[in-house]
């Protein structure tokens, strides 16, 4: 039942991670993050998926805490890619957050120690921040 009730309201929320994404200054890219203690990654996935195949201009990332460790799931929509991509991304959160990452442009994953559990705020800070430092690349 869960699944199926996902299925149906992920499109209704992946149109208001769009509107709630921030700007980035200097760049048409916009940047989703957020930090969730309670929804699983299935949940983060599927809506994460859905964000940015409604907006090509978006990067979603979702940091959750799991058990004794931390996931980072990381998409990237199609005008996104040519910024950076999910795979560096994902790697680049998960270091800092003790941990490894990769995966390819559109979607990449990782994770981390939850040790490093007060470093998440700081480190998607530091994440929008070097996004907004990068040019386009045609």
């Known amino acids: 039942k869960v699944k199926t009730i ?3 309201v992920t499109p209704l929320i992946a149109k208001s991670v769009s509107l709630e994404a921030k700007p980035l200054p200097m760049s048409d890219i916009k940047i989703y993050s957020i930090y969730d203690e309670q929804l699983d990654d299935e949940y983060h996935i599927s809506i994460g998926e859905k964000s940015v195949e409604l907006d090509k ?3 979603y990332i979702a940091i959750i805490t799991k058990g004794e ?3 980072v799931i990381v998409f990237a929509g199609g ?3 040519k910024v950076i991509s999910a795979g560096t991304l994902a790697k680049e959160i998960s ?3 003790g941990g490894s990452g990769g995966g390819g442009g559109r979607f990449g994953q990782g994770g981390g120690s939850i040790k490093y559990k007060r470093k998440i705020t700081d480190t998607l800070l530091l994440v929008e921040e070097s996004i907004a430092k990068l040019r386009r690349v045609d």
Do not use: E, P, Q
């Open 6 to 8: 996902l299925k149906k």
């Open 57 to 59: 201009s978006l990067i």
């Open 69 to 71: 460790g931390i996931r």
């Open 79 to 81: 005008n996104a890619i």
């Open 95 to 97: 270091v800092r957050l």
